[in-house]
């Protein structure tokens, strides 16, 4: 018999029951809900009189809709306002676990779940949204869910969830100076296209991957679903149990050595065969860029826009339709473009780590004149890690300002939108026409790039100024 995918181990771990010809109902160990997808699941509850299973397998906090400045007023937006008192209401009514606005915990759900050690190896993970995928980079099977199967989670803590196939993706070699998680996984992403992952859980793997910090993989795992995957897991190893060791809900003392001989065992094994494997060298892998409107449309920073003549004939109309709506031509020279608003934040690039990369990067730099910037970091405990670690000052130091924490820019349900015309170069996953706000244009990097546009004003190789 052939051995295990990671994927299988835990999967399998956690089914039910298996129906006949049919998706399998799988347990879930961590129900991470926010302000958006959550209103409806609770109403739905209500309706046929249910109560939610196990709270205590529940966290809540208000993410997407949150003002990133003044959170200690009122919300403005009435909508916005509703979604988050609803959230208040429902978590109270059913004994849930909240981390409100002003509680030190609150953040973006991605953020808050592997920093407070609520994510850890061998678990199952959803949240009405779809970066659950992000907590895969802990060995975890983490995806997002609709309303309807929030519900459902809610009444049942199970799912009921086809199996996807496997894919394992191999990034070897040592990373070039300036290259980041955040290049490697926009990388993959313009090689396979934002469908190629349809129908597959990624497995990442190789000694690049390895490399990494926690935050590059929550990173790398974050964007898995924008190339249509279901999700993506990394093996956890020493980083992992390292980053987890004594975090707030984390197993402490013999009961984590315990679950670290466990975690160990969260591998696949030698002769385990995956539907599709694929290897790429990091030789190849420079700073990344987006120039279109779905994350697949990258290519290295230095570089040009492609030509018509390099476009596949079934993705020509795309092409056309997304170099119109960016402004740009084709075989355009990236660099010099100039940009109008910079994000920094995001579930794929609001960590510490992140923050850090900017402040160092802009040290004794000046915010260019022509940029709005936004530094917004991806919770209350980063907020306050990037106080205590001068990298607020560094930041006003430079020009810039470090707002309140939550979604942000990235999706323009809150105030910070930007406007339309102008040209964004975003930390965050998303690049669709009017993402970031109806009308608004999105290039998708790394912070280290987006700190390299804040202080030149316009694309830049980050190289260049390192």
Same mark, same amino acid.
């Given at each position: 018999?052939?051995?295990?995918?990671?994927?299988?181990?835990?999967?399998?771990?956690?089914?039910?029951?298996?129906?006949?010809?049919?998706?399998?109902?799988?347990?879930?160990?961590?129900?991470?809900?926010?302000?958006?997808?959550?209103?409806?699941?609770?109403?739905?509850?209500?309706?046929?009189?249910?109560?939610?299973?196990?709270?205590?397998?529940?966290?809540?906090?208000?993410?997407?809709?949150?003002?990133?400045?003044?959170?200690?007023?009122?919300?403005?937006?009435?909508?916005?306002?509703?979604?988050?008192?609803?959230?208040?209401?429902?978590?109270?009514?059913?004994?849930?676990?909240?981390?409100?606005?002003?509680?030190?915990?609150?953040?973006?759900?991605?953020?808050?779940?592997?920093?407070?050690?609520?994510?850890?190896?061998?678990?199952?993970?959803?949240?009405?949204?779809?970066?659950?995928?992000?907590?895969?980079?802990?060995?975890?099977?983490?995806?997002?869910?609709?309303?309807?199967?929030?519900?459902?989670?809610?009444?049942?803590?199970?799912?009921?969830?086809?199996?996807?196939?496997?894919?394992?993706?191999?990034?070897?070699?040592?990373?070039?100076?300036?290259?980041?998680?955040? /290049?490697?996984?926009?990388?993959?992403?313009?090689?396979?296209?934002?469908?190629?992952?349809?129908?597959?859980?990624?497995?990442?793997?190789?000694?690049?991957?390895?490399?990494?910090?926690?935050?590059?993989?929550?990173?790398?795992?974050?964007?898995?679903?924008?190339?249509?995957?279901?999700?993506?897991?990394?093996?956890?190893?020493?980083?992992?149990?390292?980053?987890?060791?004594?975090?707030?809900?984390?197993?402490?003392?013999?009961?984590?050595?315990?679950?670290?001989?466990?975690?160990?065992?969260?591998?696949?094994?030698?002769?385990?065969?995956?539907?599709?494997?694929?290897?790429?060298?990091?030789?190849?892998?420079?700073?990344?860029?987006?120039?279109?409107?779905?994350?697949?449309?990258?290519?290295?920073?230095?570089?040009?826009?492609?030509?018509?003549? /390099?476009?596949?004939?079934?993705?020509?109309?795309?092409?056309?339709?997304?170099?119109?709506?960016?402004?740009?031509?084709?075989?355009?020279?990236?660099?010099?473009?100039?940009? /109008?608003?910079?994000?920094?934040?995001?579930?794929?690039?609001?960590?510490?780590?992140?923050?850090?990369?900017?402040?160092?990067?802009?040290?004794?730099?000046?915010?260019?004149?022509?940029?709005?910037?936004?530094?917004?970091?991806?919770?209350?405990?980063?907020?306050?890690?990037?106080?205590?670690?001068?990298?607020?000052?560094?930041?006003?130091?430079?020009?810039?300002?470090?707002?309140?924490?939550?979604?942000?820019?990235?999706?323009?349900?809150?105030? /910070?939108?930007?406007?339309?015309?102008?040209?964004?170069?975003?930390?965050?996953?998303?690049?669709?026409?009017?993402?970031?706000?109806?009308?608004?244009?999105?290039?998708?990097?790394?912070?280290?790039?987006?700190?390299?546009?804040?202080?030149?004003?316009?694309?830049?190789?980050?190289?260049?100024?390192?």
């Amino acid at each position: 018999m052939a051995g295990k995918t990671l994927f299988d181990k835990v999967w399998d771990a956690h089914v039910v029951h298996q129906i006949e010809g049919g998706p399998d109902v799988l347990y879930i160990d961590r129900h991470l809900i926010h302000e958006v997808t959550s209103p409806q699941a609770f109403a739905g509850l209500e309706k046929r009189g249910l109560k939610v299973f196990r709270p205590q397998n529940t966290v809540a906090t208000p993410d997407h809709n949150v003002p990133t400045i003044n959170q200690h007023l009122a919300i403005k937006d009435e909508l916005s306002r509703f979604q988050v008192n609803k959230l208040t209401e429902n978590c109270e009514k059913h004994g849930i676990t909240l981390y409100g606005l002003g509680h030190p915990y609150q953040g973006i759900v991605h953020v808050i779940g592997p920093q407070l050690g609520i994510t850890q190896p061998g678990m199952t993970i959803v949240c009405g949204d779809s970066h659950t995928s992000t907590h895969g980079a802990f060995g975890a099977v983490a995806f997002g869910i609709g309303t309807s199967e929030v519900e459902m989670v809610l009444a049942s803590q199970c799912i009921m969830q086809p199996k996807p196939k496997r894919m394992r993706i191999n990034v070897e070699g040592e990373l070039k100076e300036g290259v980041t998680a955040k /290049d490697i996984i926009l990388y993959i992403i313009s090689k396979i296209t934002a469908s190629g992952g349809t129908g597959y859980f990624i497995e990442y793997a190789g000694s690049a991957i390895r490399s990494l910090s926690m935050e590059g993989r929550m990173t790398i795992c974050n964007m898995s679903i924008e190339c249509g995957a279901r999700g993506g897991l990394i093996a956890p190893d020493k980083t992992t149990f390292e980053y987890i060791r004594d975090r707030e809900f984390a197993p402490k003392g013999d009961d984590f050595d315990k679950a670290v001989e466990k975690w160990r065992t969260l591998k696949t094994d030698e002769d385990a065969v995956f539907d599709k494997e694929l290897t790429y060298d990091t030789a190849d892998i420079e700073p990344m860029i987006t120039y279109g409107t779905n994350p697949g449309m990258g290519t290295n920073i230095s570089g040009n826009i492609p030509s018509e003549s /390099d476009i596949e004939a079934s993705n020509l109309v795309t092409y056309k339709k997304a170099l119109k709506y960016m402004g740009f031509e084709p075989g355009q020279q990236l660099e010099g473009i100039p940009v /109008d608003y910079v994000f920094v934040g995001s579930c794929t690039n609001g960590r510490i780590e992140d923050l850090r990369a900017v402040a160092e990067f802009v040290k004794g730099k000046k915010k260019a004149d022509n940029i709005t910037a936004w530094i917004v970091p991806g919770s209350r405990q980063v907020e306050q890690q990037a106080w205590e670690e001068g990298i607020a000052d560094i930041l006003e130091e430079a020009g810039f300002k470090l707002r309140q924490p939550g979604c942000s820019a990235c999706l323009a349900m809150n105030d /910070d939108k930007i406007p339309a015309g102008k040209l964004a170069v975003s930390t965050s996953n998303r690049n669709f026409e009017g993402r970031q706000g109806p009308g608004s244009r999105t290039m998708l990097a790394s912070p280290l790039t987006a700190a390299a546009v804040a202080v030149t004003g316009k694309i830049i190789d980050p190289r260049k100024l390192l």
